[in-house]
């Protein structure tokens, strides 16, 4: 993996989290704004402005790639790169909760 993509995406913003995780479903910006509003019970909402540029960057990376466009609803999905870099941040994730329980990997 490039390292100057590791250094962009790792850490991960949430919103940038959400977005790489809902893009394991082929998905559209809208429906990753429902669907991330609904995960989180409505404490995260992605704002159209946020989630094309999101989309948009994370594309020009390699983390996602464009897959049809229907109704001007352009639609996603995560690459192998998306999923590396999901990966990566799942277990930092996993670490930090771990770690505020005291415990160890």
């Known amino acids: 993996m490039d390292q100057k993509i590791q250094k ?11 977005i790489l995780f809902s893009l394991q479903q082929e998905m559209h910006g809208y ?4 669907y991330v ?15 094309y540029g999101s989309l948009s960057k994370m594309e020009s990376d390699g983390l996602i790639m464009f897959t049809k ?28 909760y771990k770690n505020s329980k005291g415990e160890r990997l």
């Open 31 to 34: 429906n990753i704004i429902q």
């Open 69 to 96: 466009e229907e109704n001007k609803r352009k639609s996603y999905l995560i690459t192998d790169l998306g999923n590396e870099i999901l990966g990566i941040e799942l277990k930092r994730i996993e670490r930090l």
């Open 8 to 18: 962009i995406y790792i850490p991960m913003t949430e919103t940038g989290f959400y």
């Open 37 to 51: 509003k609904e995960l989180t019970a409505g404490e995260i909402i992605i704002s159209a402005g946020t989630m």
